[in-house]
């Protein structure tokens, strides 16, 4: 999940409409976003999603790296702490460098049973992957919000103590709830 003041683009199908390589889409939304509304930006570019938002986490504002899809690049990440993969928690890299895994390099020389055996199938055959540059997350387009809300206006008011415990049956005259009609009658 993209971190409240960043934002995830996948900038493939864009790359034949807009006539340009990834350098220059980049350099077209930085300058935009300078432009129209006082942004300055840094951006990352990688062959996944992994490898862009940690080139993007290592750029000054103003600035772009793009991370080649070759196996030098991938070996650029080896001397990083453990903590700059995504996911890892402060549990999860105390635990590791307990068993002396510092680096994203000590975790891709560790075969990935035996991070298996640290962190469960699942989480250790995920970090292997990553530490090998490997990451199957795509961009999603309309990821789900955080949260979801709705109101609706009531024309009167619901907490009134009258109104409490009233039933709400139809009334044989009308079909309006007798609790509704019994709130909207004169008081006497």
Same mark, same amino acid.
């Given at each position: 999940m993209p971190e409240p003041d960043s934002a995830v683009a996948d900038l493939s199908g864009a790359l034949r409409?807009?006539?340009?390589?990834?350098?220059?889409?980049?350099?077209?939304?930085?300058?935009?976003?300078l432009a129209f509304h006082g942004l300055r930006s840094s951006a990352g570019a990688g062959p996944n999603r992994m490898l862009a938002a940690m080139a993007c986490a290592l750029t000054p504002p103003g600035q772009r790296t793009i991370v080649e899809n070759s196996p030098e690049a991938v070996d650029a990440l080896r001397p990083r702490a453990?903590?700059?993969? +995504?996911?890892?928690?402060?549990? %999860?890299?105390?635990?590791? /460098?307990?068993?002396?895994?510092h680096t994203i390099g000590d975790i891709a020389d560790v075969p990935h049973l035996t991070l298996q055996r640290l962190l469960g199938a699942r989480p250790g055959r995920t970090l292997h992957d990553r530490a090998h540059g490997c990451d199957t997350q795509t961009v999603d387009p309309t990821p789900?919000?955080?949260?979801?809300?709705?109101?609706?206006?009531?024309?009167?008011?619901?907490?009134?103590?009258?109104?409490?415990?009233? +039933?709400?049956?139809?009334?044989? %005259?009308?079909?309006?709830? /007798?609790?509704?009609?019994?709130?909207?009658?004169?008081?006497?």
């Open positions: 409409f807009w006539h340009r390589d990834v350098r220059g889409i980049i350099e077209l939304i930085q300058s935009r976003g453990v903590r700059e993969l +995504p996911d890892i928690g402060t549990r %999860t890299a105390t635990l590791l /460098a307990e068993y002396g895994l789900t919000p955080a949260s979801i809300g709705a109101d609706h206006r009531f024309p009167r008011d619901e907490l009134d103590p009258a109104a409490h415990g009233a +039933p709400c049956s139809p009334s044989p %005259t009308t079909s309006v709830p /007798a609790c509704v009609q019994a709130t909207r009658s004169p008081k006497g």
